[in-house]
């Protein structure tokens, strides 16, 4: 493929058309997946993410910053959490990376959850290779939130910054339990605000009582708008990967992310198939009616559709 | 069913049993689900949901605090986001809810998300039908977070009260792309802060913008630890259940839901089955091996294992 060859010599839009194609056209996607997949594997592949309000994008571009000053190439993939009812992606702070719009070793590029039916990752996923296959040494994947999607694309990392940030008020308990354990490291910034100290300290505490981690993730506090701190940040990234190689645990990770992988795809497919095989009936919508009526329970109808699709 | 009976009788520890159950026994679950199914129908179910940091728990407590005075009856299911590795929920400050514990009419139930792959809206909503036909007039189902997993859960609910707070940071505007067409009704909670009034604005200038609303969200302010403009939102909560009720949009969003449930419901045993059917193989494990060592792609993996399972 044309395209390929372009952006495999460095060409930037080639590399954005690819990724285009990916966000656009399944079959089209699956083709370039398919052709560029021996030519991945080499990127380090970070995921930036927390709850919201913690200045994610600010540390994003800053740790972009650093690192072009070590002559890295880098990738970005922002996730927008659009909605899954209207669509329309709104970018937010993301407009201050466009600094880095007219260096080619930049990449930088927003994917919205509109319309992808649990397909995010998936995108997310491609895009990633292409910024692999492309050459780029880092690549981050940004997402807000803290729910289970936002966990489902930080799997595709091999190593997870969880962006924490003073004054969350009360929910910080219960979104802590929920994240202590996919961060591989902790930043905490905005840590010239009050509490900060605190926050951190909360943190290690919570990460002392953590059992099963093989190794304690490291807390930094960083004040990314101030640039402060963003060093020891690149260093412990880099420590990480560097332990995840020396274990071995860097091979076992991207095997269970694989795994994930898998599953996900089998899934879409699963449910086009559902779509297709049930339409004859009037769809989901038929069964869907016979549920409100009360007609029939819902595993009955489920084990009408598992038939449908010759799965029972 | 023994319990079931119970149960309908008003037994409230029949009722925690059943519910038990459904979290820890699958099989279980599914009997029960079929022989309640007829009695439900009947509850209102609200989400409740939004960010971080909002005072939820508080709110839903003073929601009950107020619907028992007019002697309505009321169930609670309120999601944790526990790390979907460790498992452990923390309840927060749902601890307060604790006041309830004695009054046979309000049935609190926390639940975690912990060991449910993709099972925990399917939890939820089965633990919502035995709510439904313990006779619960309304149900609760209260989220922590802003993510699909939220979403799915909330997409249970008859309304969507989305509880909104002054001064959640910069990331408040992609959050609020996400989140302003789930939202039936906006609470700005915590509205004796600073800034209060500015999002009530905000959020009413991003509604004047939404498209596709067939009805006007309406945006309340509470307080909700002084009990300050309660009976206002209850009053919008029962006003939106008789908007959905006259336009017939009620059933609509019912069978739009049913729908996400059988599909899920489906989902879940794909799982199963692909886990099944590739053990032979040293299961999923061996395909992620293969991705590894880049010897074959994505793709052509899918393929296999739609194979395996008599789907290609």
Chains 1, 2 share one sequence.
Do not use: W
Not at 32 to 58: L, Q
Not at 149 to 172: H, R
Not at 246 to 261: A, H, I, P, V, Y
Not at 275 to 286: L, N, Q, R, V
């Amino acid at each position: 493929m044309e395209l390929i060859n372009k952006m495999l010599e460095g060409d930037k839009r080639s590399c954005a058309k690819l990724i285009s194609i990916i966000e656009n056209d399944e079959k089209g996607g699956e083709k370039i997946v398919k052709e560029i997949y021996p030519m991945t594997g080499n990127a380090h592949v970070i995921g930036i993410t927390g709850p919201p309000g913690g200045g994610k994008s600010t540390l994003t571009d800053k740790l972009i910053k650093h690192l072009r000053k070590k002559d890295k190439k880098i990738g970005v993939i922002a996730v927008d959490p659009t909605s899954p009812f209207s669509g329309g992606a709104i970018l937010g702070d993301r407009i201050r990376m466009n600094d880095h719009a007219l260096d080619p070793d930049v990449f930088i590029r927003s994917m919205g959850t509109r319309g992808y039916l649990g397909g995010l990752s998936k995108q997310t996923r491609n895009a990633v290779k292409v910024l692999d296959a492309y050459g780029c040494d880092y690549i981050f994947i940004e997402t807000v939130g803290v729910g289970q999607s936002e966990v489902d694309i930080v799997k595709a990392a091999d190593t997870v910054v969880m962006v924490m940030v003073p004054g969350l008020g009360d929910d910080i308990q219960s979104i802590k339990a929920g994240i202590m354990e996919i961060g591989d490291i902790f930043a905490v910034n905005k840590s010239d605000l009050m509490g900060s100290q605190r926050t951190a300290t909360e943190i290690k505490m919570m990460l002392d009582l953590s059992e099963n981690l093989d190794r304690r993730p490291p807390v930094v506090m960083v004040t990314a708008n101030r640039n402060e701190n963003i060093d020891k940040l690149v260093e412990e990234i880099d420590a990480h990967i560097a332990y995840m190689e020396e274990t071995g645990n860097l091979e076992k990770r991207r095997r269970s992310n694989f795994e994930d992988e898998l599953l996900n795809l089998v899934e879409i497919e699963i449910k086009k198939l559902i779509k297709e095989k049930t339409e004859a009936d009037g769809g989901i919508k038929t069964y869907a009616h016979q549920l409100l009526s009360r007609d029939i329970d819902p595993y009955t109808i489920r084990d009408e559709i598992l038939e449908k699709i010759n799965l029972k």
